[in-house]
């Protein structure tokens, strides 16, 4: 029976086994990791995506099962039965999926394990998930934010810098001994468009180069990206959900369309929701 560990949680080595099968909090896999020896030569990261299944699992222990059900129906499971006929415990290192807007890590085979992912790479590189449809939709804010948490705890891990190991062009690319990160379709032979054609390396790089920023950004100029940047994010999305706004009985009509919200408009809906959230109803609007 697992469970979902955070960063409260005591953890030991658990690099004597394949298989690790559990669902932590960005900040328990940082604790975890730093527990974990490192046995083998680790000198890539690759990023993919699962393409399907990419819908929202229902929980962290439900995103967990999901995983290891993953392993048992497809990559564990016979060829001659439609699965990869791998040896079980062995399937992509790490697992990322966004719940109800929160990053979660399922560590699936331990990252001191070699095990099939990417053409080339799997002996030395460890392969990251993201439950996503990467051709579909590019990642998302929580997602970009999980990936650079994951790869901070490896580079502190295992030395890899969050830069990138190969730079040719998609489908060419041989390990280069310089450690860093790639996308599964760098690989010579991947024939994949992994982690999805709508996501690029430079995206990735620049959503890092912000978190980096914030690390040591002041309430003032929190508020000053908060007025001139979530202004535009909060508006669409309060424009989208109008009508789930008005089913909920938080507003009693939809608002006017192309009218932006502004932070005391999507406070004050916020004050609303925590009202009815209490059991008391909102002043009508
Ligand atoms: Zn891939």
């Avoid at 996503?132 to 990642?139: A, I, P, Q, S, Y």
């Avoid at 992994?194 to 920023?213: F, I, M, Q, T, V």
């Avoid at 608002?255 to 932070?263: N, Q």
């Amino acid at each position: 029976m697992s469970r979902l560990y955070t960063e409260a949680d005591v953890f030991c080595d658990e690099s004597g086994s394949v298989w690790v099968g559990k669902v932590f909090t960005v900040a328990g896999f940082e604790k975890w990791l730093a527990e974990q020896k490192l046995t083998r030569r680790l000198l890539y990261v690759v990023d993919h995506h699962t393409w399907s299944p990419a819908d929202e699992p229902s929980s962290p222990l439900s995103f967990c099962n999901r995983v290891q059900g993953i392993g048992t129906n497809y990559y564990w499971k016979k060829k001659s039965d439609g699965g990869r006929g791998w040896t079980w415990g062995y399937m992509p290192q790490l697992w990322l999926a966004v719940i109800k807007g929160e990053p979660y890590v399922t560590v699936g085979t331990h990252p001191s394990w070699a095990a099939p992912q990417c053409t080339h790479f799997n002996k030395e590189g460890l392969g990251i998930e993201t439950w996503w449809n990467g051709d579909r939709e590019r990642w998302t804010h929580p997602i970009h934010y999980g990936l650079w948490r994951i790869h901070k705890a490896l580079e502190a891990w295992a030395g890899i810098p969050l830069t990138r190991a190969v730079t040719g062009p998609t489908n060419t690319n041989m390990p280069s001994g310089k450690k860093g990160w790639l996308f599964h379709r760098d690989a010579r032979d991947s024939n994949k468009s992994c982690p999805g054609w709508k996501n690029d390396h430079d995206d990735l790089l620049s959503a890092w180069r912000e978190y980096e920023k914030e690390d040591d950004v002041t309430p003032d100029e929190v508020r000053k990206i908060i007025r001139e940047e979530m202004e535009i994010v909060w508006s669409d999305t309060v424009d989208r959900d109008q009508a789930y706004l008005v089913e909920q009985e938080i507003i009693s009509a939809p608002r006017a369309k192309g009218k932006a919200a502004s932070v005391s408009y999507v406070d004050s809906l916020l004050a609303r929701v925590l009202k009815k959230a209490v059991g008391e109803t909102p002043d009508p609007r």
